[in-house]
T-cell receptor
C-alpha cells in the first residue's frame, strides 16, 4: 500500500527537550511538507522540501528544524526554542504532474508538552 | 499573499439532504488551484476535490462538487445526499499553479450530519 506514515501517533515532551517527529512516504513524491494545526484552526506551514537535500522555511519555522537526506523521509525536530509546541503535526507529500499538484497527508502526530 | 475565508464555524444538515460549505479567497495570482479537504475526528486530512482557476467546468467527484464563481472569488463545496460519515471538519485551501507551491488553508467548517 502506498501512503504516508507518521510516527508516533502521540508524543509527550518535557519542557526543554528536543523531540523528532517521523514522516515517511512510499509514493515516490518529490515534495514533502510539515504543517502545524492548533485547536479550532487551519493548518500553518512549518517547512517544506521540494527535492532531496534542500528545504525552505514556511510561515512558522522558528523553533523547528528539518532534514531531507532521503526522498522518502522528512523528519521534523521540535526544539526547546519552540515555546508553545503542543499541537497536532501533519506531514504531506506531493508530485507535480500535467494535472497539477495535490498534497496528500499522513495521519498526524499529537505532541503534548508536560 | 493568498487568503482563504470560511465564514461558517459550524453547519448542521439532516441525512440525505444537500449542504453547501462556503469558501471565499483572495489572491493576486492569475493562475491558482483550489482544494477541499475533509478532516474526521481521527485527524487525517483527506483530499476531496480540486478546481483550477482556468477550468471552465465546475469540478465534481462523486457526491462532492465545487461551485466555482471566479468573479466572486468563491469556491463553495456542495455535498449531495449527506451521510452520517460526512460529519467532520472541512477545510478550503488554495495554492499558486507554477510547479510546487505551498497551500494556504482556511480555518475550517465543522459539519454535523444528523439521522
Amino acid at each position: 500500500d502506498g501512503g504516508i506514515t507518521q510516527s508516533p501517533k502521540y508524543l509527550f515532551r518535557k519542557e526543554g527537550q528536543n523531540v523528532t517527529l517521523s514522516c515517511e512516504q512510499n509514493l515516490n513524491h518529490d515534495a514533502m511538507y510539515w504543517y502545524r494545526q492548533d485547536p479550532g484552526q487551519g493548518l500553518r506551514l512549518i517547512y517544506y522540501s521540494q527535492i532531496v537535500n534542500d528545504f525552505q522555511k514556511g510561515d512558522i519555522a522558528e523553533g523547528y528544524s528539518v532534514s531531507r537526506e532521503k526522498k522518502e523521509s522528512f523528519p521534523l525536530t521540535v526544539t526547546s526554542a519552540q515555546k508553545n509546541p503542543t499541537a497536532f503535526y501533519l506531514c504531506a507529500s506531493s508530485q507535480v504532474t500535467h494535472l497539477g499538484e495535490t498534497q496528500y497527508f499522513g495521519p498526524g502526530t499529537r505532541l503534548l508538552v508536560l | 499573499a493568498q487568503k482563504i475565508t470560511q465564514t461558517q464555524p459550524g453547519m448542521f444538515v439532516q441525512e440525505k439532504e444537500a449542504v453547501t460549505l462556503d469558501c471565499t479567497y483572495d489572491t493576486s495570482d492569475q493562475s491558482y488551484g483550489l482544494f477541499w479537504y475533509k478532516q474526521p475526528s481521527s485527524g487525517e486530512m483527506i483530499f476531496l476535490i480540486y478546481q483550477g482557476s482556468y477550468d471552465e467546468q465546475n469540478a465534481t467527484e462523486g457526491r462532492y462538487s465545487l461551485n466555482f464563481q471566479k468573479a466572486r472569488k468563491s469556491a463553495n463545496l456542495v455535498i449531495s445526499a449527506s451521510q452520517l460519515g460526512d460529519s467532520a471538519m472541512y477545510f478550503c485551501a488554495m495554492r499558486g499553479v507554477s510547479g510546487y507551491s505551498t497551500l494556504t488553508f482556511g480555518k475550517g467548517t465543522m459539519l454535523l450530519v444528523s439521522p
